[in-house]
């Protein structure tokens, strides 16, 4: 960079959530994937389709928070990525969660005897209300689901890629993508504060409309799309991540693939073309 270039910003830590779920029979593709449109009056990406997410807190990091937590230790989650700017790496995780519930009303969070939640209860169902609501209001998220007598569930979350925004954006993060399926009795819902759509769509549909121009997306969204398009069922995506590996990255435009069977250029969609 030369004497006369801006300073790059620093990137703020952030993490998003994948959902996805089988998809009904009969269906063109096996899988859908849960995709937000950004309000178009944002900051960063503005009108842009992503994931849910957002960036990690500091509160994200606490020991309350970190206390909070079932199915990742805090040790085994520095083995998977070192912790950002002095926040563990745990916290990410915690953001995860906490974002997923902000954006969508999805709570992954268990009982103390690591029992996940169960909707079809219409106290538990309340409560999941509950949390939002007070989230929303600025209580803290480890606060709220101590409360419940809950802990974040981080069993079904399987970390996916990390995307780091280009130093030409004056606004940037290094975002941790976790893949993970929709819990058994919940639903995403539409929020309006951050985001003006909610929807579950197949991924290879999504990359489609990503590649027409119908759906404006940054790599994150795009990769992930295409890399989840490329499987046949849940079981095969569990599998392809038992080795705890992220599959993805992405650093200043550039994409490093560690999955040896993915490649975006070759592995066009039948009819598909990039223009490239």
């Known amino acids: 960079m030369s004497e006369s270039s801006p300073t790059p910003v620093e990137p703020k830590p952030a993490a998003s959530v994948v959902l996805v779920r089988e998809a009904p029979p009969g269906s063109p593709e096996p899988l859908e994937v849960y995709m937000i449109r950004r309000n178009r009056g944002m900051k960063f990406l503005g ?27 805090t040790a085994e989650a520095e083995t998977i990525f070192p912790g950002h700017e002095g926040a563990p790496a745990l916290a990410f995780w915690v953001t995860a969660v ?5 954006e969508s009303g999805v709570l992954l969070a268990c009982d103390e005897a690591g029992r996940a939640l169960d909707p079809a209860t219409p106290h538990i169902r309340e409560a999941i209300e509950r949390c939002r609501k007070a989230l929303m209001a600025g209580e803290p998220f480890a606060t709220l689901i101590a409360r419940e007598g809950w802990y974040c569930d981080l069993r079904p979350l399987r970390y996916l890629s990390h995307f780091i925004t280009p130093i030409s954006s004056p606004i940037r993060f290094t975002a941790r993508f976790f893949v993970g399926p929709i819990p058994p009795g919940q639903e995403p819902r539409l929020f309006t504060e951050e985001t003006s759509e909610g929807f579950w769509i197949h991924p290879g549909e999504g990359y489609r409309r990503f590649l027409s121009g119908e759906m404006k997306m940054a790599e994150p969204a795009e990769y992930g799309l295409a890399y989840l398009a490329q499987f046949t069922s849940l079981d095969d995506l569990w599998a392809a991540h038992d080795d705890g590996r992220p599959k993805f990255h992405g650093i200043v435009d550039r994409i490093h693939v560690f999955w040896e069977k993915f490649d975006w250029k070759q592995n066009r969609f039948p009819g598909l073309t990039s223009g490239d």
Request: aromatic share 10%.
């Open 47 to 73: 009108g842009y389709y992503a994931f849910p997410g957002g960036k990690v807190d500091p509160a994200d990091g606490s020991p309350a928070a970190l206390a909070r937590c079932r199915g990742v230790e």
């Open 98 to 102: 906490r974002e997923l519930l902000e």
